[in-house]
């Protein structure tokens, strides 16, 4: 299977707020199901949702990939700063101001770095931890 199909698939899943979307990955051909109510239907196996032939692909928040990973980033690079993160965090449209917050202290590229890597190192792992093993390596 190739990593960057798996990769695909979780940021189908993690677009959408948790519960909305689903994808699943075959474990024995690698072939990714996406399902959504928002996407017409794709011809599903008739087995995915009973087979353990198949393994759900993980919303971010399942791999601690959301707000855990903000709070990671800023504790490890301006924890001076964390009380500011958290705040913003705390009322809706979060991830807009915290953006900015980034882009005004020139860490925005760094956030950005910090959250593919720890995507791709969390991706693999949940790989490796069902059963799915990778065609390609690939690089952080």
């Given amino acids: 299977m190739k990593f960057s199909d798996v990769e695909e698939a979780f940021h189908f899943v993690s677009a959408h707020g948790q519960f909305e979307a689903s994808a699943y990955v075959s474990r024995k051909t690698g072939e990714t199901f996406c399902v959504s109510d928002n996407l017409e239907e794709e011809e599903l196996p008739e087995d995915l949702f009973e087979s353990d032939d198949y393994a759900e692909i993980p919303h971010k928040n399942d791999l601690d990939l959301g707000r855990v990973l903000v709070y990671r980033f800023i ?60 065609d390609d390596e690939g690089s952080f």
Avoid: N
Avoid at 89 to 106: I, V
Avoid at 109 to 131: K, N, S
């Fill in 75 to 134: 504790d490890g690079t301006v924890p001076d700063h964390s009380g500011e993160v958290r705040e913003i965090f705390s009322r809706r449209g979060a991830y807009g101001r915290y953006k900015s917050f980034l882009d005004r202290k020139g860490l925005l590229d760094g956030w950005h770095r910090f959250e593919e890597q720890e995507t791709q190192r969390a991706l693999r792992e949940w790989c490796g931890d069902v059963g799915i093993s990778l």
